[in-house]
């Protein structure tokens, strides 16, 4: 029997994300997400679309990634998909932060698991667990080829006037103090699958892609390859997200250290997780923000408030990305917020008729989950929405990498 499955872990902080892929035509078999990793409610939620599609929700306490991942392992064994099928041909594991040292997805072996740790600094959300995600998989099936692909990867092609910040060039050089930038994966899936949209070949078109999650980024993707994005040595730079500040005044630290008397700890969790949407308004979730705007009254207030500083930054990014790239042929919303938010796109680009760019309020308002354009007919510049598959993108570069290892 041929090995044509890959299982495709994305191990967020407090989550697990998952998803078993046939290969031979990129089917999902199995998709499924843990939540609230060590809290008291972690919930766990898993379809088996191969067998029916009924899904299956679990609550109650999963101590922490290991358990996650085991509980995981046992919903795949009841549906007869379980890791110890000889089926499976390898497990893919997303990996946000992999420095300058990873550009492609890599076979992972002890030397590439103490790399990812080298880089928690840097970070410190997302790296650790998914470092748990490998290990525990590795114990589980360590005859299997396991693959990491890594977020930063993707956006390796900027230029040094982009990636290098304005700072004393030899201490950024030995901390490595760069842009690496991130959700990767995502803006190389998606801005690929815009130029199909538009009936032409990636080298054709340069694309302005916004990932709006509960992290959010832009880059900047000329002819196929990233030539700027807006997150940078971490994944806090850059736009306004659920809980992170994005771009601040870097003296901003300087000045809640010295006159604030806050700790560097402590600078670091209000910015990671105390700031963005949820410091500005109390609501991470955008569709608590629209619903409290809707509901208009004094709860509306500070929800508007939110709104309007992350399409302010928002539209910044698109003006900046725009004179980086000269000529623009599509402007793409993805992820959560962006595959969404009908307000979020409409604000987006709200006045910028000069710059070729507009929504239609029909096709805006439609909610689908196919690659759409939202412009109207005939405008200079698409925009559209493109639902992002990350654990897709995953699985195909995991199993090209085991195919093409076997045929060496
Ligand atoms: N129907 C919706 N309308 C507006 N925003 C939405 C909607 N559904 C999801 N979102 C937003 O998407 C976010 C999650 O996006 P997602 O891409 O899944 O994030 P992540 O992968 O970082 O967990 C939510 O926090 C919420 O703000
Ligand atoms: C890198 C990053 O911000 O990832 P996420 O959006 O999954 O938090
Ligand atoms: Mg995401």
Redesign the pocket.
């Known amino acids: 029997m041929t090995a044509t499955r890959v299982l495709v872990l994305n191990s967020?902080s407090s989550?697990v994300k998952y998803q078993l892929l046939d290969m031979r035509d990129s089917s999902r078999l199995a998709v499924g997400l843990v939540e609230r990793i060590g809290e008291e409610t972690s919930g766990l939620k898993h379809t088996p679309l191969a067998n029916g599609g009924a899904s299956r929700e679990q609550t109650g306490p999963i101590a922490d990634h290991e358990a996650a991942l085991k509980a995981v392992a046992a919903e795949l064994a009841r549906d007869g998909l379980g890791l110890d099928s000889p089926e499976l041909a390898a497990i893919g594991h997303r990996v946000v932060h992999g420095g300058r040292h990873f550009t492609e997805p890599t076979v992972i072996d002890d030397t590439v698991v103490a790399e990812i740790e080298r880089l928690i600094p840097v970070a410190p959300l997302h790296n650790p667990a998914n470092l748990t995600g490998i290990r525990t998989a590795r114990v589980l099936r360590p005859d299997l080829p396991q693959v990491a692909v890594f977020d930063t990867a993707f956006h390796t092609t900027m230029p040094e006037s982009a990636a290098r910040y304005a700072i004393d060039v030899r201490t950024a050089d030995e901390h490595r103090i760069r842009r690496y930038g991130f959700h990767g994966t995502s803006h190389a899936y998606v801005s690929r699958a815009t130029a199909h949209l538009l009936g032409k070949d990636p080298s054709e078109v340069n694309v302005i892609v916004l990932h709006?999650?509960?992290?959010a980024s832009a880059s900047a993707v000329r002819a196929g390859r990233c030539v700027d994005t807006s997150m940078g040595l971490t994944p806090l730079e850059g736009l306004v997200m659920?809980t992170r500040s994005g771009d601040t005044d870097p003296a901003v630290i300087f000045h809640l250290a010295r006159v604030g008397g806050m700790s560097i700890d402590e600078i670091d969790t209000l910015l990671n997780k105390k700031s963005g949407l949820i410091g500005l308004c109390g609501d991470?979730?955008?569709?608590e923000i629209?619903r409290r705007i809707d509901q208009g009254g004094e709860d509306a207030e500070q929800a508007r408030l939110a709104f309007d500083i992350y399409i302010h930054r928002l539209r910044k990014y698109i003006g900046a990305y725009y004179a980086v790239l000269g000529r623009v042929d599509a402007v793409v919303f993805t992820?959560?917020?962006g595959e969404?938010?009908a307000p979020v796109r409409e604000a987006a680009v709200a006045g910028l008729e000069g710059l070729g760019l507009a929504v239609d309020a029909d096709r805006n308002a439609v909610r689908s989950g196919e690659p759409r354009l939202v412009s109207p007919e005939g405008a200079r510049v698409a925009v559209a929405v493109v639902p992002?598959d990350e654990e897709l993108e995953i699985a195909t570069q995991t199993y090209a990498l085991v195919e093409s290892g076997k045929s060496e």
């Open positions: 967020g989550s709006l999650g509960n992290g659920g991470n979730d955008m569709r629209r992820a959560g917020v969404n938010a992002t």
